[in-house]
């Protein structure tokens, strides 16, 4: 039932772009995504909803595949805030708390 | 507005002996949630609690009990502490199950 993540870990200069991927066996209907930096708790980011409607504070977006089994976060030019690990979560069902993958580290660098 | 707050922030055990980690949020939220962190693993859920008065086992509740004292406060207890529960432990409350979560700065726990 956790979400399958890609890749691993990625680094980018500062400027490029990265996609980070997240998998389910089953359809989501909704894709949390947070971000955590070294030695702190995580921060969340955005909600994409089954919809396409994106919920967060940041100006990074996300969309499903097709089939709504991947989610994609997309971050555009990034900046070196942007490294850390990020973790996609999905409810188990309906309401219900969020099962997270393992995370993709990003590092970002000058 | 301290949000979610957590003690205490580091914590040594002996194998066997016990403890209780407090959370509290004040954020009005329903919903509150344990979560460990390992190495590779990303978080697993320990309890939750979906409104005061409830709690609920997560993927990983094995040697663990919790006390949703009101709505306020969260606390999990470690009754016999194992060096496999050796990990960074991380609070998080949400308006309900499915929203947006807000976590704790983390308790990092050492079973000797």
């Known amino acids: 039932q956790q979400p399958v993540q890609s890749p691993q870990a990625v680094i980018l200069r500062e400027g490029e772009d990265a996609v980070i991927n997240c998998s389910s066996s089953k359809a989501l209907y909704s894709v949390h995504w947070y971000r955590q930096k070294h030695g702190e708790a995580p921060v969340f980011l955005m909600i994409l909803l089954k919809g396409g409607e994106q919920k967060g504070h940041e100006k990074i977006s996300a969309s499903f595949n097709e089939k709504k089994q991947q989610s994609s976060l997309y971050l555009t030019a990034s900046q070196l805030s942007y490294s850390g690990t990020y973790f996609c979560g999905k409810p188990r069902s309906g309401n219900t708390p969020l099962v997270f993958g393992k995370g993709t580290r990003l590092s970002v660098i000058a | 507005n301290a949000g979610v707050t957590q003690t205490p922030k580091f914590q040594v055990l002996k194998t066997g002996q016990s403890m209780t980690l407090q959370c509290a949020q004040d954020m009005n939220h329903n919903s509150m949630y344990w979560y460990r962190q390992d190495p590779g693993m990303g978080l697993r859920l320990i309890y939750y609690s979906a409104s005061e008065g409830t709690t609920d086992k997560g993927e990983v509740p094995n040697g663990y009990n919790v006390s949703r004292l009101n709505k306020r406060e969260f606390s999990l207890r470690l009754e016999s502490a194992a060096p496999s529960q050796t990990s960074v432990y991380f609070c998080?409350?949400?308006?309900?199950?499915?929203?947006?979560?807000?976590f704790g700065p983390g308790t990092r726990l050492t079973v000797t």
């Open positions: 998080a409350s949400s308006d309900q199950g499915a929203y947006e979560q807000y």
